[in-house]
């Protein structure tokens, strides 16, 4: 399978703490992006970091990408209960756009 | 907004029938996806296209096809449904700015497919 790992699996956290969940890959990327999923909905991007580049913020996030040890992470800080979902890893590989997920962290933020 | 449609939130088919599911898109993306879930085994691609009559095979394409005669229009099909095909399928759109530089790409909302 060319889908990554993401670790762990679940998470369960209180409201206010830091959420770090982890995506390894097999295969050199283009791009890696993370999603977020709220039960029974579509995806929704969060935020896109280019193989070139090692870190990225936006708003309450933070992703970090080491493509020596084909490994990034996202980082949620002061995290809500709103944050409840799951977090996928994505990436773009190849000359031609394929876009393949992992298979998902689930992350409770209890209130 | 970006909008993907995807035409049925929910189908029930029975074994055997021939399925279509469509997906449209109103941001002239060139990239489109179909995927599938399935609780613990996250999205799985099914198939590609990055242009119009374009396809390529993503990780999991045997009992699919799909079309796309149209930039907005992605279609899968389901040649003869089976039970092992009962899923959530999702579609998505990206744009294509380079060979190296796609985007972020915009979901919709699914088609919870049930094969009995």
């Known amino acids: 399978s060319q889908q990554g790992e993401e670790d762990p699996q679940a998470l369960s956290i209180q409201e206010g703490e830091n959420a770090t969940m982890n995506c390894s890959y097999k295969?050199?990327?283009?791009?890696l992006q993370w999603y977020r999923q709220n039960s029974g909905r579509g995806l929704v991007h969060l935020i896109l970091?280019?193989?070139?580049?090692r870190e990225k913020h936006s708003g309450r996030l933070r992703v970090t990408l080491d493509t020596s040890k084909k490994s990034s992470s996202l980082l949620i800080t002061a995290s809500r209960a709103a944050d409840t979902a799951s977090y996928f890893c994505a990436r773009h590989t190849g000359a031609n756009s394929k876009l393949t997920f992992g298979k998902g962290i689930t992350l409770s933020v209890r209130p | 907004d970006v909008k993907v449609t995807q035409s049925s939130r929910y189908l029930v088919k029975r074994t055997g029938e021939k399925v279509f599911l469509e997906c449209v898109q109103d941001?002239?993306?060139?990239?489109m996806f179909w995927y599938r879930q399935d609780p613990g085994l996250g999205l799985r691609l099914i198939y590609f296209?990055?242009?119009?009559?374009?396809?390529e095979k993503g990780d999991i394409p045997e009992g699919y096809s799909v079309s796309r005669e149209k930039k907005e229009r992605f279609s899968l099909i389901l040649e003869s449904a089976s039970t092992n095909q009962t899923s959530m399928y999702l579609c998505a759109s990206s744009f294509l700015q380079g060979v190296l530089w796609n985007t972020e790409a915009f979901f919709g909302q699914g088609t919870r497919l049930t094969v009995v």
């Open positions: 295969t050199s990327i283009n791009n």
């Open positions: 970091i280019r193989s070139n580049e």
């Open positions: 941001m002239d993306h060139e990239n």
């Open positions: 296209s990055y242009d119009v009559k374009m396809k």
